[in-house]
């Protein structure tokens, strides 16, 4: 099951920076999650400093 960014995100780009598959992808309001290129490894729940991260 991927990961999925809710709409508490506030586009920081710290889970962009984070992601070793480039599953993440920018947006002017909020970031999202390719879940064909999400590998499940949750790094980038952990580095989300607003808890906008959470499994889908
Ligand atoms: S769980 Fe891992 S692979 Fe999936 S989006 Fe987050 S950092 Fe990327
Ligand atoms: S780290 Fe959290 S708040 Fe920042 S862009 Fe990613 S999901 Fe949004």
Do not use: H, L, N, W
Request: glycine letters at 6%; aromatic letters at 6%.
């Amino acid at each position: 099951m991927a990961y999925k960014i809710t709409e508490t995100c506030t586009a920081c780009g710290t889970c962009f920076e984070t992601c070793p598959s480039e599953a993440i992808v920018k947006g002017d309001a909020r970031y999202s999650i390719t879940p064909d290129k999400c590998i499940d490894c949750a790094a980038c729940e952990a580095s989300c400093p607003s808890k906008s991260i959470v499994q889908g």
